[in-house]
Nanobody
Framework: QVQLVQSGGGMAQAGGSLRLSCTAS????????MGWFRQAPGREREFVAA????????DLHDSVKGRFTISRANALDTVYLQMNNLKPEDTAVYFC??????????????????????WGQGTQVFVSS
């Protein structure tokens, strides 16, 4: 069992940047491949980014490639989502999640929400045009 606590987010103008953090308690984040998802009003939760336990393997949704970066600091039990060049369509509630499929050290997290066992509380991101 792991509890994920998110921080960061808020409001930004188009073209701006925000960083989301997700910290695990107890200190076990290195046991999990991790992911970020988002959910806009009236829409299903969608994949944004995933990372392996090692941090060496990542994947991003096509809509955020070149703008978002997922990273992790296992020593700090924290995963990050750096969001640059934000667009109004990035407005959503963002969730971090711990993959429940027992991935290898080098395999990134899954691409679907059903593959994740533990979820953060969600963080609102609003991007104005």
């Amino acid at each position: 069992q792991v509890q994920l606590v998110q921080s960061g987010g808020g409001m930004a103008q188009a073209g701006g940047s925000l960083r989301l953090s997700c910290t695990a308690s107890p200190r076990t984040i290195s046991n999990y491949a991790m992911g970020w998802f988002r959910q806009a009003p009236g829409r299903e939760r969608e994949f944004v980014a995933a990372i392996s336990k090692s941090g060496g393997a990542t994947d991003l949704h096509d809509s955020v490639k070149g703008r978002f970066t997922i990273s992790r600091a296992n020593a700090l039990d924290t995963v990050y989502l750096q969001m640059n060049n934000l667009k109004p369509e990035d407005t959503a509630v963002y969730f971090c999640a711990a993959d429940g499929r027992g991935r290898s050290w080098y395999t990134r997290g899954g691409l679907t929400a059903s593959e994740y066992a533990f979820w953060g509380q969600g963080t609102q991101v609003f991007v104005s045009s």
